[in-house]
T-cell receptor, first 117, second 109 residues
Framework: GAVVSQHPSWVICKSGTSVKIECRSL??????MFWYRQFPKQSLMLMAT?????????EQGVEKDKFLINHASLTLSTLTVTSAHPEDSSFYIC?????????????FGEGSWLTVV | RKEVEQDPGPFNVPEGATVAFNCTYS??????FFWYRQDCRKEPKLLMS???SGNEDGRFTAQLNRASQYISLLIRDSKLSDSATYLC??????????FGAGTTVTVRA
């Protein structure tokens, strides 16, 4: 089963509205989660690092006021795309690191397809 | 220069064939290397880690060349189910991952 769960899997919204995507680590605590965006036929691009209890760290070129990240608990990070526009349509995916006996393993959520119309 | 570059392909091969492809990375200090598999419109899933001495996992063989800063993936005895996009992933520091754009492999009957 999924180790990291994302919701919703698909969302269509009108231009100008805001959309929230949730990323949950199941059965483990994740102090750090990562948010990526992937446009068709392109690589995953890191948008930001979500830190539990503190502000997210954004990659260069990513607008922090447009992509709001909240990591209020050790198992939940949310990404809110504010005032969405058609160019924000993309595949958004989160990841979390699990520290086990074999070392660190990165798990990805199932991803969220956002279409802004 | 991109951090991780891959030949996008596509590699179109018959069942049973061997297919191999490389990726190059720019950060010489990178410590961890992985191959992920991504199916259409799905999240990436770890295929295998790549170790300095090279490693095998069934029909899959990964190699690392630090001097030339590239890693490779070889798939033997290709199956239809191997059709996917293979992502080269490099971990330059912490848990941040740098992804290649992917190499598309299509295995035909």
């Amino acid at each position: 089963g999924a180790v990291v769960s994302q919701h919703p899997s698909w969302v269509i919204c009108k231009s100008g509205t805001s959309v929230k995507i949730e990323c949950r680590s199941l059965d483990f605590q994740a102090t750090t989660m990562f948010w990526y965006r992937q446009f068709p036929k392109q690589s995953l691009m890191l948008m930001a690092t979500s830190n539990e209890g503190s502000k997210a760290t954004y990659e260069q070129g990513v607008e922090k006021d447009k992509f709001l990240i909240n990591h209020a608990s050790l198992t939940l990070s949310t990404l809110t795309v504010t005032s969405a526009h058609p160019e924000d349509s993309s595949f958004y995916i989160c990841s979390a690191s699990y520290r086990g006996f074999a070392g660190n393993t990165i798990y990805f959520g199932e991803g969220s397809w956002l279409t802004v119309v | 220069r991109k951090e991780v570059e891959q030949d996008p392909g596509p590699f179109n091969v018959p069942e049973g064939a061997t297919v191999a492809f490389n990726c190059t990375y720019s950060n010489s200090a990178s410590q961890s290397f992985f191959w992920y598999r991504q199916d259409c419109r799905k999240e990436p899933k770890l295929l295998m880690s790549v170790y300095s001495s090279g490693n095998e996992d069934g029909r899959f063989t990964a190699q690392l060349n630090r001097a030339s800063q590239y890693i490779s993936l070889l798939i033997r005895d290709s199956k239809l189910s191997d059709s996917a996009t293979y992502l080269c992933v490099v971990n330059p520091y912490d848990y941040k991952l740098s992804f290649g754009a992917g190499t598309t492999v299509t295995v035909r009957a």
